[in-house]
């Protein structure tokens, strides 16, 4: 994630026009997790619980969180800081 000492050179944000009714945003991207549910997640499902779902999701190879995925896309100028941090759950 962005980190304490992280800075917000390269981020953009978009000023808006016409086209997007002054928004600033233009089209819909997805942005997501996606996981292939093992035995060991399927088994934690099972047992209602979510700790082991949990730990058990990140364990996977190539397991990239979506708060990742969004950053990426601010980073790359495709969404602004702002609303990579909103879909993402980290602010309201």
Same mark, same amino acid.
Do not use: W
């Given at each position: ?26 089209? /819909?991207?997805? %942005?997501?997790?996606? =996981? $292939? ?7 934690? +499902? ?17 397991? /990239?969180?979506? %708060?990742?995925?969004? =950053? $990426? ?7 602004? +800081? ?11």
């Amino acid at each position: 994630m962005l980190g304490e000492n992280a800075t917000l050179d390269g981020f953009s944000e978009g000023t808006g026009c016409n086209q997007c009714n002054h928004t600033g945003y233009r089209g /819909r991207l997805g %942005v997501y997790e996606l =996981l $292939e549910i093992d035995y060991t997640l399927a088994d934690a +499902l099972r047992r209602n619980d979510p700790a082991a779902f949990e730990n058990a999701a990140r364990a996977q190879r190539g397991y /990239r969180p979506l %708060v990742h995925n969004a =950053l $990426e896309f601010a980073r790359q100028g495709i969404t602004s +800081l702002a609303e990579a941090m909103r879909l993402s759950g980290m602010v309201e």
